[in-house]
């Protein structure tokens, strides 16, 4: 299984960014059974949990981005992403997917957000 992540870049504040991920490999039941996250980590800080969809497509969302950010998914191209609106620089990290259990981690992807 891989997990590749893209859809980083530079962004104005205000503007948006689309992040995908996709488990290359990754069998349709197995990608059902995980929880899908995104993380995202800036230099000299801990990973910080930015979204969540589980199994039943509950979502939660850290509470600075709620109602700015979106988690989806698309299990036939075993895919989860997240839409960014309304990006601060304060959002400048690099975010990275993960599935749980399986604990499988992408690459991460470099979001930065300036003037």
């Known amino acids: 299984v891989q997990i590749v992540e893209s859809g980083g870049g530079s962004v104005q504040p205000g503007g948006s960014l689309r992040l995908s991920c996709r488990a290359s490999g990754m069998i349709l039941s197995v990608f059902n059974s995980q929880t899908r996250e995104w993380y995202r980590q800036t230099p000299g800080s801990q990973r910080e949990l930015v979204a969540s969809?589980?199994?039943?497509?509950?979502?939660t969302y850290a509470e600075s981005v709620k109602g700015r950010f979106a988690i989806s998914k698309d299990n036939t191209r075993r895919a989860i992403y997240l839409q960014m609106n309304s990006l601060r620089p304060e959002n400048t990290a690099v975010y990275y997917c993960?599935?749980?259990?399986?604990?499988?981690w992408g690459q991460g992807t470099q979001v930065t957000v300036s003037s």
């Open positions: 969809m589980n199994t039943d497509r509950l979502t």
């Open positions: 993960h599935l749980r259990p399986s604990d499988y």
